[in-house]
């Protein structure tokens, strides 16, 4: 087994309960910000680490008080007067360029600027380029996220809009989301958009030149929600928003109530909507249900995965099963080196931890049935909703459902190399 993965980020000493982000954008690719956290030590903590590769830190206060603070390769040390011990408060304000953090495996990721706006792309560890956070992703909080920009753009953050002012030449916009939510998943789009509802619940914004094409792409979207909350369970947040930039993007972004599409994913022919299906089912499978540890990445993208199969075969397309043999004779041709139960970080976002978790949950659903596999599939998304899992919890999970031995089933998918069978 291999070590914790991305032992630089976070600090287990400590949990944040509460974000609170108001923020100024410019165009130009100015941010400043004031950022709020509400947090609990579980023993006396100095310094506090944060992690912060953003804009210059111009003052810091601990529980109302000034403290001394240094910024540098990634992450904020910041020294009360005193140990904080139990429930403190973190405020930050900075400002200046704002820039995306270049890693060492998935390239630049976090807040980065559009042709004409910005997006945030914060899967795994982009979070800290826009606002000082806790970046472990069990740490799940809630947050209240406030933008103000140029007027003529519109923003969208994770939750709901609870204040829109006009100011002038700038419009405040104002998002609570009061699901607790994990730092990859905070999301800030900002563009010129036109918005318009699929259902209630629902958005879409696009650029006017793709609204046409996006209305046709995304209709069948409120008949994917009916389907997936009848083998999911509920939808497990207040609004689903889904963003369609003006750039081309490499794949979608997800984030926690939100979708963000690039104009290439877009053709007025439903010709990417096995995407719309995947990130629709991270709603449930990596945002209600979170990870524990990234190790379990396969519990998001297997599952992901595995819907967009579930869609098509309940909207007249391809079976579950004739997608997973045409998936297994695609990954025989492949090198077969990675388990995906713990998949290394560098691998945590191969095809193949997606493509072979999905295989995972068909050959589950043939070892014990549709109507045990989709009873267990419920329980999980009640059980861990709004909290965080392990790959351990699932396997329990899938034990209540069936008398059937599912041991040699999980451990030849999970913790061997070799393909197994179909």
Not at 45 to 62: E, H, K, T, Y
Not at 83 to 94: C, I, L, S
Not at 239 to 252: C, K, M
Request: proline letters at 6%; a neutral charge.
């Amino acid at each position: 087994m291999s070590g914790p993965y991305l032992p630089g980020n976070g600090d287990g000493r400590y949990r944040v309960a509460h974000y609170d982000l108001d923020l100024e954008y410019r165009i130009s690719g100015r941010l400043s910000g004031r950022a709020v956290l509400s947090a609990v030590a579980d023993a006396p903590l100095s310094p506090v680490v944060l992690d912060f590769a953003g804009p210059a830190v111009q003052r810091v206060l601990v529980d109302g008080r000034a403290a001394r603070f240094a910024l540098g390769g990634g992450k904020l040390r910041v020294r009360p007067s005193r140990p904080v011990d139990g429930p403190f408060t973190v405020e930050v304000r900075y400002a200046g360029a704002v820039r995306p953090v270049r890693t060492r495996h998935w390239g630049e990721l976090g807040w980065d600027q559009l042709t004409d706006g910005a997006l945030v792309a914060g899967q795994p560890v982009g979070a800290p380029s826009w606002f000082p956070c806790n970046d472990l992703v069990r740490d799940k909080a809630t947050y209240r996220i406030a933008v103000t920009t140029a007027s003529p753009y519109t923003v969208l953050a994770n939750g709901v809009l609870v204040d829109g002012r006009i100011g002038g030449s700038t419009t405040r916009w104002v998002y609570e989301q009061a699901e607790p939510m994990a730092t990859y998943l905070a999301s800030v789009q900002i563009g010129v958009y036109e918005r318009f509802a699929p259902a209630d619940g629902q958005d879409v914004a696009a650029p006017a030149r793709l609204l046409r094409a996006a209305r046709h792409d995304f209709a069948r979207q409120p008949r994917m929600v009916e389907v997936f909350e009848e083998l999911f369970g509920p939808y497990p947040f207040r609004r689903y928003q889904v963003v369609v930039t003006d750039d081309e993007l490499d794949v979608p972004v997800e984030a926690q109530g939100m979708s963000v599409f690039g104009a290439n994913h877009v053709d007025g022919r439903r010709g990417h909507e096995r995407l719309v299906a995947h990130e629709l089912a991270h709603q449930w499978f990596g945002n209600a249900v979170g990870l524990s540890d990234w190790r379990d990445i396969w519990l998001n993208e297997g599952f992901a995965c595995y819907a967009e199969w579930l869609w098509s075969e309940r909207s007249g397309g391809l079976t579950a099963a004739v997608q997973a043999r045409r998936a297994h004779a695609r990954l025989t041709r492949l090198p077969q080196d990675l388990r995906i139960g713990d998949p290394g970080e560098a691998d945590l976002f191969d095809d193949r931890v997606y493509q072979r978790g999905a295989l995972l949950l068909q050959a589950l659903r043939e070892r014990v049935g549709d109507v045990e596999f989709f009873a267990l599939l419920r329980d999980w998304t009640t059980t861990f909703r709004h909290a965080t899992a392990t790959t351990a919890d699932f396997e329990a999970v899938a034990a209540r459902h069936t008398a059937l031995p599912l041991g040699a089933l999980f451990d030849s998918w999970l913790r061997e190399a070799r393909l197994p069978v179909i």
